[in-house]
């Protein structure tokens, strides 16, 4: 084939794949993360306020956490603050207790969270309207039985009265999430009391932390009461561990004939290596 026509061929296959190429540049500047965005109201032990905020990225294999993207939180349109997700896409604003809060006319407190979005991820916003409550949790003991008592109240414009009718729980924590102990409904003077099992496991001098939760209320969202008691069964002092087979130690035996296995591996690789430098070499002598 002549010149000429190897380079009309080639003009024309450059033709026919320009269009395919730009498609596809054009295609991966469009497709962008689209994230989903959990957003959570907290208020703790101490009545601090919490705003929290996870952003993932749903994929085939699961949710994948997205890092460094800044969160903005907002009560109304009046800026909170502002977080930058951490490498489990997680950020949190906490709310000043001096701050004044705007209520809607029904009382509640509009919240939003909202991502401006980037070169890479779409932007996206999440709201919440909280009602604020509030927990008061005792602790008693009577004839040798254990019980645990919650009272919830909420802010009114006739001041605060008990919260009735609305599902709360009692809870100890565990490794990764909270174990329910006892969730019932509050009675007509805002009241949950139920008795604490004596089987609870605790720490080796019998110490748990005692939880009265809202957990993930519709309207008040994540609110709780802490206290530390003495309540839980003593953890039993494990045994040392003997190295067998069965154990996280294994036997001196089987770790010298690993090393001596993995020692003979390697030194055959060294030889190997070595005899081809030479081979290379000595025929680098011949040539000459």
């Known amino acids: 084939m002549s010149k000429a026509s190897i380079k009309y061929v080639s003009l024309f296959i450059l033709v026919l794949l320009g269009p395919g190429s730009n498609l596809s540049a054009t295609a991966v500047q469009d497709s962008k993360i689209n994230p989903y965005m959990l957003f959570t109201y907290l208020k703790d032990t101490d009545s601090r306020q919490i705003l929290q905020v996870k952003m993932t990225n749903i994929t085939q294999v699961g949710e994948v956490p997205l890092p460094g993207l800044n969160i903005g939180f907002y009560n109304n349109e009046a800026l909170l603050g502002e977080a930058i997700t951490d490498t489990e896409g997680n950020a949190s604003c906490t709310i000043g207790s001096s701050l004044p809060l705007f209520a809607s006319e029904d009382g509640s407190w509009p919240f939003s969270a909202i991502f401006e979005g980037d070169s890479l991820t779409e932007e996206t916003y999440s709201e919440l309207s909280i009602y604020d409550v509030d927990i008061q949790m005792m602790l008693s003991e009577e004839e040798g039985e254990r019980f645990v008592t919650l009272h919830a109240t909420t802010l009114t414009s006739d001041g605060r009265v008990p919260v009735t009718g609305e599902e709360i729980g009692v809870y100890v924590p565990r490794m990764f999430s909270l174990l329910p102990v006892s969730i019932g409904m509050l009675d ?75 020692l003979g591996v390697w030194g055959h690789y060294t030889y190997v290596i070595i005899n081809l430098f030479r081979i290379r070499k000595e025929g680098l002598k011949k040539k000459e």
């Not at 008795?195 to 019998?206: E, N, V, W, Y």
């Not at 154990?247 to 010298?256: F, G, Q, R, V």
Request: no cysteine; charged share 25%; proline share 5%.
């Open 188 to 262: 007509e003077n805002g009241a949950f009391r139920i008795k604490f099992p004596d089987d609870m496991p605790g720490d080796s001098l019998g110490n748990l932390t005692v939880i009265g939760r809202f957990n993930d209320h519709y309207l008040f969202g994540n609110v709780e009461r802490r206290e530390e008691v003495r309540w839980g069964t003593e953890a039993e002092i494990t045994a040392p561990v003997y190295r067998s087979l069965w154990s996280t130690l294994a036997p001196k035996w089987m770790i010298i004939s690993l090393t001596i296995m993995l």
